[in-house]
């Protein structure tokens, strides 16, 4: 395994846990890939070693760095073994479950469930715009398993994209506990944890008053970065002037509510008594169950025509447009065979907005990360090659009659062929999305190039963008 300082050994033994690799490295110890030779399973084991004031002897025990490092370390000790005590009594699916904890080697150690799959950047990489619907799937079970972390009186203060997993079934799971502190008195030698982008100001310092709001701002930075590609400037930049461009702006006209874009921008509020105060008042503003709580962010919206709803036994929305039930059940079940049970509560979510089948189909595609099987849904689906037309039609000729004022089919063919060589046939999607914000064909392969993930790529692909602009 490759080189980590103060790391134990491969093959290392810790009772019945065998060492396998290093899984990360913190300033609060070092996590492990290890065997438990019992049950023949892998599991993370969590080793306290805090590098500012413990190293490894050569016996492999954590010794303190001097005699005034014996102190803190020894509190830190602790603090991570009651940390421990309380994490293995929380049970949720979507928090890492702390299986058992002991002490050796002078220091403590956690052992946790591996949890099979990819962390969040790469899972989204392939993923990314991902449509609103999906973000509210995605960010539900999260936000209960927080809330029992908060009910135990306790704060993660790390939640950053990194600390996020996302199983091979598509179920987010919350990891890495190593900064989490009870939230009632005691030292605080352990206050300043900072992950730059998604900490909030008051775990810059010592003195910060730190609360349930504070790990709502680190979720809602993963959630602008999950929306925007793109990090949060950090708290301390914003204290004079806040410099962060707003969800509701960086995001904008991508097919978000802008209730929902306000909700995040509201949990990024640089002062702690602006944000949400507790899981439950964000959750039910995040997921639409309540009215936005500030609407001082200035937020445009394109108007929408809808069509009147249908008598009938159709799905109905809130767009007020019923769709066809046996459709929505179709694409719920061919969804279902991609990314699991969760297909149902996302496919539902997307129902209550969408205006077709078509736009159903196309707000849950992106969920589809083989690039064959995606394509082949898009064409059952969206192409409508096996749709009815559902009730709400006219508004998707709406759609159709504005873009082909502005692009002709030979336009948007291009378009779809170029992109299609760096994305698949997912480009078929992203180009029409694109060509119904787009002025001229310029602006529509700046809007796309956005999709390329190789910056090279997309430099030589916004050049075309460039030179399109200069025959005009």
Same mark, same amino acid.
């Given at each position: 395994m490759?080189? %980590?300082a103060?790391?134990? +050994?491969r093959g290392?033994?810790?009772?019945?846990?065998?060492?396998?690799?290093?899984?990360?490295?913190?300033?609060?110890?070092?996590?492990?890939?290890?065997?438990?030779?019992?049950?023949?399973?892998?599991?993370?084991?969590?080793e306290?070693?805090?590098?500012?004031?413990?190293?490894? !002897?050569?016996?492999?025990?954590? /010794?303190?760095?001097?005699?005034?490092?014996?102190?803190?370390?020894?509190w830190?000790?602790?603090?991570?073994?009651?940390?421990?005590?309380?994490?293995? &009594?929380f #049970?949720?699916p979507?928090?890492?479950r702390?299986m058992?904890?002991f002490?050796?080697?002078?220091?403590?150690?956690?052992?946790?469930?591996? %949890?099979?799959?990819?962390?969040?950047?790469?899972?989204?990489?392939?993923?990314?715009p991902?449509?609103?619907?999906?973000?509210?799937?995605?960010s539900?079970?999260l936000? =209960?398993?927080?809330?029992?972390?908060?009910?135990?009186?306790?704060?993660?203060?790390?939640?950053?994209? !990194?600390?996020i997993?996302?199983?091979?079934?598509? &179920? +987010?799971?919350?990891?890495?506990?190593?900064?989490?502190?009870?939230?009632?008195?005691?030292?605080?030698?352990? $206050?300043?944890?900072? &992950?730059?982008?998604?900490?909030p100001l008051e775990?810059?310092?010592?003195?910060?008053?730190?609360?349930?709001?504070?790990?709502?701002?680190?979720?809602?930075?993963?959630?602008?970065?999950?929306?925007?590609?793109?990090?949060?400037?950090e708290?301390?930049?914003?204290?004079?002037?806040?410099?962060?461009p707003?969800?509701?702006?960086?995001?904008?006209?991508?097919?978000?509510?802008?209730?929902?874009?306000v909700? %995040? =921008?509201?949990?990024?509020?640089?002062?702690?008594?602006?944000?949400?105060?507790?899981?439950?008042?964000?959750?039910?503003?995040?997921?639409?169950?309540?009215?936005?709580? =500030?609407r $001082?962010? +200035?937020?445009?919206?394109?108007?929408t025509?809808?069509?009147?709803?249908?008598?009938? &036994?159709?799905?109905?929305?809130l767009?007020?447009?019923a769709?066809?039930?046996?459709?929505?059940k179709r694409?719920e079940?061919?969804?279902?065979?991609?990314?699991?049970?969760?297909?149902?509560?996302?496919?539902?979510?997307? !129902?209550?907005?969408?205006?077709?089948?078509?736009?159903?189909?196309?707000?849950?595609?992106?969920?589809?990360?083989?690039?064959?099987?995606?394509?082949?849904?898009? #064409?059952?689906?969206?192409?409508g090659?096996?749709t009815?037309?559902?009730?709400?039609? +006219?508004?998707?000729?709406?759609?159709e009659?504005?873009?082909?004022q502005?692009? $002709?089919?030979?336009?948007?063919?291009?378009?779809?062929?170029?992109?299609? /060589?760096?994305?698949?046939?997912?480009?078929?999607?992203?180009?029409?999305?694109?060509?119904?914000?787009?002025? =001229?064909?310029?602006?529509?392969?700046?809007?796309?190039?956005?999709?390329?993930k190789?910056?090279?790529?997309?430099?030589?692909?916004?050049?075309?963008a %460039?030179?399109?602009?200069?025959? #005009?």
């Amino acid at each position: 395994m490759p080189e %980590v300082a103060n790391a134990l +050994p491969r093959g290392y033994t810790l009772n019945e846990y065998r060492v396998e690799s290093v899984l990360g490295a913190g300033g609060f110890g070092l996590t492990y890939l290890a065997t438990d030779a019992n049950l023949n399973l892998r599991v993370a084991l969590k080793e306290y070693l805090p590098s500012d004031y413990a190293s490894r !002897a050569g016996d492999s025990t954590v /010794q303190p760095r001097s005699g005034i490092a014996e102190e803190p370390f020894q509190w830190g000790l602790q603090r991570f073994m009651a940390e421990a005590k309380t994490l293995a &009594s929380f #049970r949720h699916p979507n928090i890492v479950r702390v299986m058992r904890f002991f002490e050796a080697n002078n220091t403590g150690y956690m052992v946790m469930e591996f %949890v099979e799959g990819k962390a969040l950047p790469e899972w989204i990489a392939a993923r990314r715009p991902l449509p609103q619907p999906s973000l509210q799937a995605f960010s539900g079970p999260l936000l =209960d398993g927080l809330a029992v972390i908060h009910r135990a009186g306790f704060l993660h203060r790390d939640i950053k994209p !990194a600390n996020i997993f996302v199983r091979e079934d598509n &179920s +987010p799971v919350l990891l890495d506990f190593g900064s989490a502190r009870e939230l009632k008195g005691g030292n605080q030698e352990l $206050t300043a944890v900072v &992950s730059p982008g998604y900490a909030p100001l008051e775990q810059y310092h010592a003195q910060g008053r730190q609360g349930p709001w504070s790990d709502l701002y680190a979720f809602g930075g993963v959630l602008y970065w999950m929306l925007t590609g793109n990090k949060p400037v950090e708290a301390a930049a914003r204290v004079r002037q806040d410099i962060l461009p707003p969800a509701a702006t960086a995001a904008g006209g991508l097919g978000y509510a802008p209730e929902f874009l306000v909700t %995040v =921008d509201w949990a990024l509020k640089p002062n702690e008594e602006e944000r949400p105060q507790n899981v439950a008042e964000f959750k039910a503003r995040l997921l639409g169950g309540a009215p936005a709580h =500030d609407r $001082t962010v +200035p937020v445009t919206a394109e108007p929408t025509v809808l069509a009147a709803p249908a008598p009938g &036994s159709g799905m109905t929305g809130l767009t007020g447009v019923a769709l066809d039930r046996e459709q929505v059940k179709r694409i719920e079940a061919e969804i279902a065979r991609h990314i699991g049970p969760i297909a149902a509560v996302m496919v539902r979510n997307a !129902a209550k907005k969408a205006l077709t089948i078509p736009a159903l189909a196309e707000a849950v595609a992106g969920e589809i990360a083989d690039e064959k099987a995606r394509a082949a849904f898009i #064409r059952k689906f969206v192409s409508g090659e096996s749709t009815s037309r559902p009730t709400g039609e +006219p508004t998707r000729k709406v759609a159709e009659v504005s873009v082909s004022q502005k692009f $002709t089919p030979e336009t948007l063919q291009k378009a779809e062929a170029a992109l299609a /060589q760096h994305i698949g046939a997912v480009a078929k999607v992203v180009v029409r999305r694109a060509a119904a914000k787009a002025r =001229d064909e310029a602006e529509l392969y700046l809007f796309i190039a956005d999709e390329i993930k190789d910056p090279a790529e997309r430099k030589n692909f916004i050049r075309k963008a %460039v030179s399109i602009s200069g025959k #005009r």
